[in-house]
């Protein structure tokens, strides 16, 4: 099993930034791929943004392409989600989640994170 704990969320004013940061715990050698995921009030959970753990390929949802940016740091067992250029849409709470091979499933999540962004 993979543990994991977001930080770094919080509220914004509409056009500023904020850094979520997954710290991974556990079986973290079993980490094929971790990614962002979030969830707004009366909608369905969306992918946001995925990075390839080994080699770090990365994908991202339409809407927050050249917005948002996926990172990790392999030797912290951390995924980062820099957000930029926040809109009122981009409210939710948001996840990390991990998956152990590149068909699977995600299957370890953090507890999620709330990311306000106000006008």
Same mark, same amino acid.
């Given at each position: 099993?993979v543990?994991?704990?977001?930080?770094?969320?919080?509220?914004?004013?509409?056009?500023?930034?904020?850094?979520?940061?997954?710290?991974?715990?556990?079986?973290?050698?079993?980490?094929?791929?971790?990614?962002?995921?979030?969830?707004?009030?009366?909608?369905?959970?969306?992918?946001v943004?995925?990075?390839?753990?080994?080699?770090g390929?990365?994908?991202?949802?339409?809407?927050?392409?050249?917005?948002?940016?996926?990172?990790?740091?392999?030797a912290?067992?951390?995924?980062?989600?820099?957000? #930029?250029?926040? #809109?009122?849409?981009?409210?939710?709470?948001?996840?990390?989640?991990? %998956?152990?091979? %590149?068909?699977?499933?995600?299957?370890?999540?953090?507890?999620?994170?709330q990311?306000?962004?106000?006008?």
């Open positions: 099993q543990q994991l704990v977001e930080s770094g969320g919080g509220l914004v004013q509409a056009g500023g930034s904020l850094r979520l940061s997954c710290a991974a715990s556990g079986r973290t050698f079993s980490i094929y791929a971790m990614g962002w995921f979030r969830q707004a009030p009366g909608k369905e959970r969306e992918s943004a995925q990075i390839n753990w080994s080699i390929r990365t994908y991202y949802a339409d809407s927050v392409k050249g917005r948002f940016t996926i990172s990790r740091d392999n912290k067992n951390t995924v980062y989600l820099q957000m #930029n250029s926040l #809109n009122l849409e981009d409210t939710a709470v948001y996840y990390c989640a991990a %998956r152990r091979s %590149r068909l699977g499933e995600y299957d370890s999540w953090g507890q999620g994170t990311v306000t962004v106000s006008s």
